[in-house]
Nanobody
Framework: QVQLVESGGGLVQAGGSLRLSCAAS????????MGWFRQAPGKEREFVATISRSGDSTYYADSVKGRFTISRDNAKNTMYLKMDSLKPDDTAVYYC??????????????????????WGQGTQVTVSS
């Protein structure tokens, strides 16, 4: 099991930017497909973005495409989510997730919540209008 710790959340005005980080420990980070999910009050946890083990492949929810950028640094055991042009609808607790995927080719990624095994505790992002 990999341990995940998110950071970087906070309060920002609409149109602003934030960068979230997810630090991993306990296992070989490059063995894991990584993802970001978010959960707003009263709503289901939803997919935001995912990145392959190699970092070469990424995939985004339509709601964030063109505004958010997912990346990873395997040497630092860290994944990032750069969020630009933030909107009040982006307000949520953001979670990072990991799924060991050494049985898959390096370019694979996962977008379903059920495909992930390990989760962080979340970081709050609040966007004011």
């Amino acid at each position: 099991q990999v341990q995940l710790v998110e950071s970087g959340g906070g309060l920002v005005q609409a149109g602003g930017s934030l960068r979230l980080s997810c630090a991993a420990s306990g296992r070989t980070f490059s063995n894991y497909v990584m993802g970001w999910f978010r959960q707003a009050p009263g709503k289901e946890r939803e997919f935001v973005a995912t990145i392959s083990r190699s970092g070469d492949s990424t995939y985004y929810a339509d709601s964030v495409k063109g505004r958010f950028t997912i990346s990873r640094d395997n040497a630092k055991n860290t994944m990032y989510l750069k969020m630009d042009s933030l909107k009040p609808d982006d307000t949520a607790v953001y979670y990072c997730a990991a799924r060991e995927a050494t049985d898959y080719r390096g370019s694979v990624f996962f977008s379903a919540r059920s495909q992930y095994r390990d989760w962080g505790q979340g970081t709050q992002v609040t966007v004011s209008s």
